[in-house]
């Protein structure tokens, strides 16, 4: 698939690029000050999500990560992000009782973290560029910062797992960051590492709070906890969750609530 | 300091009940509804929603003093219909503290909000403040029609993109 172009009778600059097996969306409102920059910067920031899903990517047989998996490469000899992901996997596995895992059947797979932390680095390139209102959609995971060209929050929509022409709330915010896991569009492609077997019990989890990164990871999480998902997220202080159960029943967390509590 | 772009619909009072009752994030300011346009005299008088960025200030010495008086101040009025006019709303008490908000008005367009009081704005509040953070708004939208930007969902593939909601936000 092509770029969708053009900056929008909005102010915003629109650019889609396919990547990692989804597609990522830019939208960058432009000022009089980075107007000219904009363009560029969306390019760079292409450039460097091509550049980690090659560096990376378990799919690729030759990726620097599955080099070092294999044992061919030392980490020091690996690009040095390598050992910053791993070093936040490990933090996040313990911030998640194991639930999310860069590792699996002992295999080093940290795919559920690359994408979101690349999205948030590419948002941090494109506010260094002056970019600083924007959104990055990769497929479903979505960071936001600053405002629209309207100067509004961005809205952004949580689909409704059994049906993508139906929304069941609107996240929104600023910063803000929205991420989903779920398996309505690739099968059961969430599995619990701690049994192996995929996380059936919750249709999706959807975790709104400021950084992609974190949301996404502590999505793919609790979707793995199943039923256990819900005492978890409601302990969370600054991500706030909303949970579609595979009966079709949704709950939401209060991370206000959570802060009191303590 | 915060910097924050509000849009608002409704009195000052309730504005300052609002930031009294939640917090200062302009994500939950965004889902007034529309209700009543800003007089100096602080009477509804019905009229549209107004769009305006604003940068909040607990202004230096004037905020903490009188943090328990509730009556309200007008600090300035004109006659002309435009020219700007500022009015102070009620202070409001929460769990957190006290909240106090002045508007200016130019016309029927609100031009700046501040906070003269923000005593709630400790350190033990902040935190509980920004910890509200990013919102949900729980509602159940068609989302062809919905005033959306993007959208999140378990994870779109290449394929469905093609036929997914996200395309067609980048097309508008």
Not at chain 1, 31 to 42: D, F, I, K, P
Not at chain 2, 108 to 133: C, M, P, R, W
Request: hydrophobic fraction near 35%; include cysteine.
């Amino acid at each position: 698939m092509t770029a969708a172009l053009a900056p929008s009778r909005l102010g915003t600059y629109k650019r889609a690029e396919e990547c990692m097996g989804t597609v990522f969306s830019f939208h960058v409102v432009l000022t009089e000050a980075n107007s000219e920059r904009v363009e560029g910067a969306v390019e760079d920031a292409i450039a460097w999500l091509h550049w980690v899903d090659e560096t990376f990517s378990t799919y690729r047989h030759g990726s620097a990560l599955n080099r070092y998996a294999r044992g061919e490469l030392e980490l020091a000899d690996c690009p040095a992000q390598l050992e910053e992901i791993l070093r936040r996997c490990s933090a996040l596995e313990a911030r998640t009782g194991g639930y999310f895992s860069a590792h699996l059947d002992g295999r080093l797979d940290p795919s559920g973290y690359v994408k979101g932390w690349a999205i948030e680095r590419a948002s941090d390139m494109l506010v260094g560029e002056g970019a600083t209102s924007h959104m990055i959609n990769g497929g479903g995971d979505v960071q936001c910062q600053g405002r629209t060209a309207d100067g509004e929050p961005w809205r952004i929509g949580i689909a409704s797992p059994f049906s993508r022409e139906m929304l069941l709330g609107v996240a929104t915010g600023s910063p803000l960051a929205v991420a989903t896991s779920g398996n309505a569009e690739r099968g059961d492609h969430v599995l619990d590492p701690h049994t192996g077997e995929p996380a059936r019990d919750l249709a999706s989890v959807t975790l709104i709070g400021t950084h992609i990164t974190v949301a996404d990871a502590y999505a793919t999480a609790a979707y793995a906890m199943g039923k256990r998902a819900y005492g978890w997220l409601a302990s969370l202080h600054d991500y706030r969750a909303f949970v579609v159960d595979a009966d079709g029943s949704t709950w939401s967390s209060d991370p206000g609530a959570a802060a009191l509590a303590d | 300091m915060k910097r924050v772009i509000l849009s608002i619909a409704g009195t000052i009072a309730s504005l300052a009940a609002l930031l009294g009752f939640k917090t200062h994030g302009a994500a939950h300011l965004a889902t007034l509804p529309s209700a009543s346009r800003t007089t100096p005299t602080q009477t509804p008088t019905g009229g549209g929603a107004t769009t305006i960025g604003a940068t909040p200030q607990p202004s230096s010495s004037s905020s903490s003093s009188g943090a328990s008086s509730s009556s309200n101040k007008q600090s300035s009025s004109s006659s002309s219909s435009t020219a700007p006019r500022t009015a102070v709303g009620d202070a409001y008490q929460n769990q957190f503290g006290t909240v106090q908000v002045q508007v200016t008005v130019s016309g029927k367009t609100i031009t700046n909000v501040k906070f003269v009081q923000l005593t709630a704005y400790d350190q033990h509040s902040q935190e509980i403040n920004s910890q509200a953070g990013p919102m949900l708004l729980q509602q159940t939208l068609d989302a062809q029609s919905a005033n959306i930007n993007g959208v999140s969902g378990a994870t779109y593939t290449s394929t469905s993109y093609v036929q997914s909601l996200q395309s067609a936000l980048d097309k508008l």
